[in-house]
């Protein structure tokens, strides 16, 4: 498989994780579940989840309209490096603040993981 290819299951990876995070009002039961919080904790756990959808988005399309530019330009493969330390980052802080041994919370982290290669793949592939 070559670099556009991978660029593009990383979009599909962004993508998919965009959506997931629209769900989290109704899977997490947020109107009931955040009332406890306060005011500015209610607010930013919110803003933070639609910044992160809309980052997670903007990814997407990154991949899936320049994909060629993102493994063959500078500017492109630190694009893809940054991409690939988030998910590395994300995945330690699972480790860090998410300590629940569940299925669910093992399989995000195993999507966490597969987020990093998506993204370095196409790096080592354009060396």
């Known amino acids: 498989m070559d670099a ?3 660029i593009y299951l990383a979009g599909l990876h962004s993508l998919g994780f965009a959506l997931f995070h629209v769900g ?6 947020w109107r009931q579940t955040l009332r406890s919080a ?4 209610r607010a930013i756990i919110q803003i933070l989840n639609l910044r992160l959808i809309y980052v997670a988005a903007g990814v997407a399309v990154l991949c899936f309209c320049f994909a060629n530019e993102l493994h063959s330009t500078p500017l ?3 694009v893809l ?3 690939s330390l988030f998910w590395v980052g994300r995945t330690i802080e699972q480790f860090v603040f998410l300590r629940i041994n569940r299925p669910m919370v093992h399989a995000l982290t ?3 993981v597969l987020g ?3 993204f370095a793949v196409p790096l ?4």
């Open 116 to 118: 990093a290669v998506l």
């Open 124 to 127: 080592w592939l354009s060396v």
């Open 24 to 29: 989290f009002w109704k899977l997490f039961g």
């Open 4 to 6: 556009t290819a991978w």
């Open 38 to 41: 306060t005011v500015a904790d």
């Open 76 to 78: 492109g493969r630190a």
């Open 81 to 83: 490096l940054g991409m």
């Open 110 to 112: 195993a999507l966490f």
